[in-house]
T-cell receptor, first 112, second 112 residues
Framework: AQTVTQSQPEMSVQEAETVTLSCTYD???????LFWYKQPPSRQMILVIR??????QNATENRFSVNFQKAAKSFSLKISDSQLGDAAMYFC?????????FGQGTRLTINP | SQTIHQWPATLVQPVGSPLSLECTVE??????LYWYRQAAGRGLQLLFY??????ISSEVPQNLSASRPQDRQFILSSKKLLLSDSGFYLC???????????FGNGTRLTVT
């Protein structure tokens, strides 16, 4: 079975600062992908970043980067230079064969 | 380009009434299709997924069902709604086993 755990229900950060959201996962598959999705108040699900498990290099998308620790089954998201528009629910997700499983989410608040 | 349409956006139904939510994808063929449910303030629960016409996999035994009558059409149904069926329902698609999911705008269902 695949599981994804986000241990931080809520996080807050000052505008322009850096914040890290945690995610751990468990899977018996060797070929899988990891994602971070953002869900703003509109509830639209927006892909933030993806990581292929076979790649050792951490993925980066502008201000968003991940720290992928495969042996520890950890996949954290770092947001640099936080902006007010980053306020949202953030979901970590694990993609195995056919199915995508989500964590419970972390609500991120940006303080101006 | 590919687009996904999900309707209705909002629905209020009495307990015991039937349900039909529809999702269609344009601009691609043979997509993998998914139905997720999100309870208030919580993560996404996978309900059903389909890798082809007439092929439905159920993740959670309940009074909901899904059908895929056409390649790019995915329908979520119930014969008799329960109060516990209230939530935010999201349809999603992807092409291939490891590409990211693309989500519809969701349906907010309230069962009264």
């Amino acid at each position: 079975a695949q599981t994804v755990t986000q241990s931080q229900p809520e996080m807050s950060v000052q505008e322009a600062e850096t914040v890290t959201l945690s995610c751990t996962y468990d899977t018996s598959e060797s070929d899988y992908y990891l994602f971070w999705y953002k869900q703003p108040p509109s509830r639209q699900m927006i892909l933030v970043i993806r990581q292929e498990a076979y790649k050792q290099q951490n993925a980066t998308e502008n201000r968003f980067s991940v720290n992928f620790q495969k042996a520890a089954k950890s996949f954290s998201l770092k947001i640099s230079d936080s902006q007010l528009g980053d306020a949202a629910m953030y979901f970590c997700a694990l993609q195995g064969a056919q199915k995508l499983v989500f964590g419970q989410g972390t609500r991120l608040t940006i303080n101006p | 380009s590919q687009t996904i349409h999900q309707w209705p956006a909002t629905l209020v139904q009495p307990v015991g009434s039937p349900l039909s939510l529809e999702c269609t994808v344009e601009g691609t063929s043979n997509p993998n299709l998914y139905w997720y449910r999100q309870a208030a303030g919580r993560g996404l629960q996978l309900l059903f997924y389909s890798v082809g016409i007439g092929q439905i996999s159920s993740e959670v035994p309940q009074n909901l069902s899904a059908s895929r009558p056409q390649d790019r059409q995915f329908i979520l149904s119930s014969k008799k709604l329960l109060l516990s069926d209230s939530g935010f329902y999201l349809c999603a698609w992807r092409w291939g086993d490891h590409s990211p999911l693309h989500f519809g705008n969701g349906t907010r269902l309230t069962v009264t």
